[in-house]
């Protein structure tokens, strides 16, 4: 497999995508930055697991949906007119998926 690039993502995203290609190119970009900064990835682009390159298409996908969330947080309704705040946290399919490659941080 290798490294997704922006057709890659686009079709993990799905046909009917309603974001443009600069904002996905921009997510990809920030999201590829934040992987390599915590786990070991391939030099070579041509040569990612599956896992690293499912987990980078995630990541952008997250990115993507929390624009409209900059708090990162979803007010969910309940009875009788209340409503409950719901902190959304850290993706754990991507932690998952990025697992095996995690550096670990010592000291």
Known sequence: MSK?????????L???????DADITAALTSEAAAQASRCRVPGDAATWPADLA?????????????RGLPLGLV??????????????GADIEVRRLEAPWRRLAIG
Request: net charge negative; with cysteine; glycine share 4%.
């Open 14 to 20: 799905g046909a009917d995508t309603q974001y443009e």
């Open 54 to 66: 499912e987990a980078l298409c995630r990541r952008v996908a997250r990115n993507l949906a929390m």
């Open 75 to 88: 007010v969910n309704a309940v009875d009788d007119g209340e409503s409950a705040t719901t902190r959304v």
């Open 4 to 12: 997704p690039d922006l057709d890659a993502v686009k079709t993990y």
